[in-house]
């Protein structure tokens, strides 16, 4: 079942203002883009610095967890076209981002809780989004949208053996804009308004699945 090209989207500014939370408020850590995380992880232990080696360390086994998770959840209930194992890890998902949200403004939580939480989140939505947009799409890392993209562009200009179908590059495009619109929003929350901040990737989460199950419904 391919995923709403609007949900998608959804998924990845939730993603872009998850990673904003988690490197300016949450110690200099990204829950949602690994690439990112493990770079910073090297960085730490060539430092010595603990802190950032445990933080970030959090993030990349709570991200595993939730795409275990997620595809144990995706692996059930996707047989015969059904969506609810998908559902089921973008609800789970969806209830820890709303979380993160209540212990972002209760007193004296634990950060790595909140380190985890969004990285087990991020773990469960990369699950979906790969179920969903396949090996070339992701909306938790731009690193193989943008050389999925860039094969698909060369393709419409040298067409070759595939007759010039690129396979569209709306969809990547749109989730690699839609990461950095994220990413913007959260910053400037954070700025401007902090209560706000840890709303935004629940809101678009909330968005997006309610978006494609209204759309399933409606054969789209």
Not at 25 to 37: I, K, P
Not at 78 to 84: C, T
Request: with cysteine; net charge positive; proline share 4%.
């Amino acid at each position: 079942m391919r995923m709403a090209r609007f949900s998608m989207l959804g998924l990845a500014l939730a993603a872009g203002a998850v990673d904003a939370l988690s490197f300016l408020a949450l110690g200099q850590v990204f829950t949602a883009n690994m690439t990112g995380n493990v770079v910073l992880l090297g960085l730490a232990l060539g430092y010595g610095r603990t802190a950032h080696v445990m933080a970030s360390g959090l993030a990349f086994a709570g991200f595993c967890a939730g795409l275990a998770a997620g595809f144990l959840l995706v692996g059930r209930g996707a047989g015969g076209g059904a969506a609810r194992g998908p559902a089921a890890a973008l609800g789970l998902e969806l209830v820890l981002l709303a979380g993160i949200a209540v212990g972002w403004w209760a007193v004296q939580v634990p950060r790595p809780a909140l380190v985890a939480a969004s990285a087990v989140a991020m773990g469960l939505q990369s699950a979906v989004t790969r179920w969903a947009g396949g090996s070339g799409l992701s909306t938790t890392y731009v690193t193989g949208t943008v050389t999925g993209l860039a094969g698909q562009v060369v393709a419409l200009w040298r067409p070759g053996r595939d007759g010039g179908k690129g396979g569209g590059i709306g969809r990547p495009l749109g989730v690699v804009l839609a990461l950095a619109v994220g990413a913007v929003i959260a910053a400037l929350a954070l700025r401007l308004y902090e209560p706000a901040a840890p709303l935004i990737a629940p809101v678009a989460v909330a968005v997006a699945a309610g978006w494609w199950a209204w759309s399933a419904r409606r054969g789209r």
